[in-house]
Each structure stands twice: as C-alpha cells, then as structure tokens.
C-alpha cells in the first residue's frame, strides 16, 4: 500500500482500466509470463505485440510481480501463475473483487472503459487498437467508427513513407 491507503493491486487494475481500456475480466486474469522487462521499462502483453507500460506503472507491476503470494487463508501459495492472484489457493482474483475494490475508489469500471476506449480509437488506427489491447479487429473498427476516426489520413500517410505501419 502506498501512503493514500490504496493496495497496489486497486491501482494497477484501476490504471490498466483508466489507460488501456483492459476489461476487468481479462486484468483479473493476468499471467506473471506477460510480464517482461523492455528495453526502456516493462512491457506488459495485452493482446498479440507487448505494450510498454508507462511511469509510475511500469514499477507497480514490477512491485506485484515480486509480491507473487495470494490471499487464500487455506493454501496459499507463492506458485501460481498470477499477477493478480485471489482468496481461492492458485486461482486469480474474480473481476467482480476488482469491480468492488475499483467502486470504492469512485471508478465505474464500465464508463470508465468505454471513455478510454473512445480516446483510444480517436488517436489509433484500428488495427493498431486491436494488436495492442487484445481486441478483435471487427471490434476495433467498430470504435473507431464511433470515434469518428476513420484514419484515413494515417494509411495515407503510411503509403507515402512507404513502409509498414509500425506496431
């Protein structure tokens, strides 16, 4: 816990939420082997390519990795596979616990994610939105659409360089 009383676990399942759009479904089912250390942080995998995890979050997930006990009162055990893990012996924390925990931080999970998402798919393409975090592409082109973004100024841009996008 920091000195504001809130656990590390609250904040970086709040942060992943606030800044990726993660669904409490899948944050709650985070494995240790996402984890890796990038050449300029930590790297966490979200969907199919890494996404560098900015300061302070960067090192509160290093700081969960190396806390790596659950809470389980019968079995608790240091090997599991869990960044998150739960009250059940080598199972991860359920996302309604999450949900709750996020609640009385006065975080809406639901909005919360749909707004991060809106910006999201304002700033990227869609299929840069869906390597990143794990959505799938129909999906992503379906935010962006709602965005507004259609991007065409980006594959516009990307045919002049005359590269690959980069990811």
Not at 63 to 81: F, I, K, T, W
Request: proline share 7%; aromatic share 4%.
């Amino acid at each position: 816990m920091k000195g504001d009383g809130v656990e590390t676990a609250t904040r970086v399942a709040g942060l992943l939420l606030l800044l990726f759009a993660q669904p409490l479904s899948r944050t709650s089912r985070i494995r240790l082997d996402q984890v890796s250390r990038a050449e300029h942080g930590v790297a966490l995998m979200l969907g199919s390519h890494p996404t560098d995890l900015p300061p302070p979050l960067d090192s509160l997930v290093l700081e969960l990795v190396q806390q790596r006990h659950g809470y389980a009162v019968l079995g608790r055990s240091d090997d599991h596979p869990w960044l998150f893990p739960g009250t059940a012996g080598g199972q991860p924390i359920s996302s309604r616990q999450l949900m709750r925990k996020l609640t009385a931080l006065g975080i809406k999970a639901r909005p919360a994610r749909n707004t991060t998402l809106m910006e999201l798919s304002w700033e990227l393409p869609a299929v840069v939105l869906s390597r990143l975090l794990g959505l799938h592409i129909s999906r992503a082109e379906r935010w962006t659409k709602e965005a507004g973004s259609t991007r065409a100024d980006y594959a516009a841009e990307i045919s002049r360089r005359g590269t690959a996008a980069p990811i």
